[in-house]
């Protein structure tokens, strides 16, 4: 999976807010912090600093969207998350992201925190992030 997959993927799926670009995935990747794990069709980006993992981005390209994706995706980065060492992981979801929203709920993720107009969004109202979190195995 390259920046370039990556970045095509993220820019389909993500359509109410900017979507980030290949090298925008490229510097993140460059950090020694950062993982990716997935494919061209559905990937996560998470950091694991110390105990704690932070889910970045995850997305599907609608064309596989309900397919069961994003949920062994989310497993496959919390797994890795804590065999490098997290006990804990936090992410953010924009407050109208139902589907993600119901996703996260499902994978034992509470609300722990709100960030007001969070999300930029062109042509609309910028959108509030609801933080989540849960300990890791």
Known sequence: MTPQEMATTHAAAFTQSRPWTAEEF??????????????KHC???FQVIADSAELLTIATHPD???????????ALWQAEATRLGATHAILDVAADNMPALSLYQSC?????GFRPAYYLRENAPNMDAIVMERGLP
């Open 26 to 39: 490229a510097d993140l990747l460059s950090n020694r912090f950062t993982h990716a794990l997935g494919n």
């Open 64 to 74: 596989r969207q309900k397919q069961g994706l994003a949920r062994e995706t989310m």
């Open 108 to 112: 034992g993720y509470a609300r722990c």
């Open 43 to 45: 990937f996560a980006v």
